[in-house]
C-alpha cells in the first residue's frame, strides 16, 4: 500500500541577521560560530518534522490495518457452497471456538500461513475449536489449489462477497488474509489484518 505523503521539506529556521561591516557599509560574512549554530538549528527542525511525519504515517497505517467496528448481525445464518458441490452453514459451528480464516489463491500471504493453519486446527480440533478458511475467490482456482496442496479444515466459497462480509467484521480495506476469532459464546475475542504468525495463534489460544 502506498504509505501516506510526506511533507515536502522542512521548515529551516531563520538565520541570524547580517551584520553590516564598520567601515565599507556591506554585509560581512557569517563569523564560523552563527553559522554552525544555523547548522545545528535547521538540522534540529529537519530532525524534528521528519519525527513528526513519521508519526503521522504510522499512525495512518495502523488505523488503516487496524479492525474497525464489527456488526455479527445475521452472521450465524449464513452458508457457503464448498468445493466439494455442498454447502456448509455457519450454524453448525456454533458453540465452540471458531477461527474464521478469509484467503484466496492469489495472495502470498495467504497461501504462507495455511500450512500453519493446518497444523494448528490438527492440534486443537479436538480440544473444541472450529477453523474455517473462506476462500475470497473463484471455484475453480480453489479446487485446483487444495488439489495441489490440501488443508486438514474445511473451506467454503466466499467469492467476491467474502470481501463485503469481511467488512461487516471490520476489516474496513477489505484486505487478505483476515482471521476472526469467535467465543463458544458467538463474541468476537481476536481479529487480524494480515499473516497470521504462530505467536499470534499461541497468544489467541491462551
Known amino acids: 500500500m502506498t504509505p501516506p505523503s510526506q511533507p515536502g521539506g522542512a521548515p529551516e529556521a531563520s538565520p541570524p541577521a547580517a551584520a553590516l561591516h564598520p567601515e565599507a557599509g556591506q554585509q560581512a560574512p557569517l563569523s564560523a560560530a552563527p553559522?554552525?549554530?544555523?547548522?545545528?538549528?535547521?538540522?534540529?527542525?529537519?530532525g524534528a518534522v521528519a519525527v513528526v511525519a513519521a508519526a503521522a504515517g504510522a499512525g495512518l497505517a495502523l488505523r488503516r490495518y487496524s479492525p474497525g467496528q464489527a456488526d455479527l448481525t445475521g452472521f450465524w445464518e449464513r452458508s457457503f457452497p464448498t468445493p466439494d458441490g455442498g454447502t456448509l452453514a455457519l450454524s453448525s459451528?456454533?458453540?465452540?471456538?471458531?477461527?474464521?480464516n478469509f484467503w484466496a489463491t492469489w495472495c502470498p500471504p495467504?497461501?504462507?500461513e495455511l500450512p500453519m493453519l493446518s497444523a494448528f486446527y490438527n492440534q486443537n480440533k479436538s480440544n473444541g475449536w472450529h477453523l474455517l478458511g473462506l476462500a475470497v475467490d473463484k471455484p475453480g482456482p480453489v479446487s485446483q489449489f487444495l488439489a495441489r496442496a490440501p488443508v486438514s479444515f474445511p473451506v467454503a466459497l466466499a467469492g467476491m462477497e467474502g470481501v463485503e462480509f469481511s467488512r461487516s467484521l471490520g476489516n474496513e480495506a477489505g484486505a487478505l488474509p483476515f482471521s476472526?476469532?469467535?467465543?463458544?459464546?458467538?463474541k468476537i475475542r481476536q481479529r487480524k489484518i494480515g499473516q497470521l504468525h504462530e505467536a499470534d495463534?499461541?497468544?489467541?489460544?491462551?
Open 35 to 46: 553559522r554552525a549554530a544555523a547548522a545545528r538549528s535547521r538540522r534540529w527542525a529537519m
Open 93 to 100: 459451528l456454533r458453540g465452540q471456538r471458531l477461527l474464521l
Open 110 to 112: 495467504c497461501v504462507e
Open 180 to 186: 476472526v476469532l469467535l467465543g463458544a459464546d458467538g
Open 201 to 206: 495463534l499461541a497468544a489467541w489460544k491462551a
